[in-house]
């Protein structure tokens, strides 16, 4: 779990998992798209981190 944590934090979302100290059940929705996060390439990863980073440059996402 701590390799999705670490990829959670550095991409801002799941914010539930993203934080050791609050534990609660992922809904649904959430877990079908860690799921498909999951499923995603290594290319693919990184193009959605850059994606997010530059996401958050422009606004207040």
Known sequence: MTKVQGITEMLGILPC?????????LSPDEMKLLERYRELSESDRI???????????????
Not at 17 to 25: K, P
Not at 47 to 61: E, G, I
């Open 17 to 25: 998992l993203a934080s050791g100290r609050r534990r609660r059940r």
């Open 47 to 61: 193009a959605m981190r850059y994606l997010v980073d530059a996401m958050r440059t422009v606004s207040r996402f």
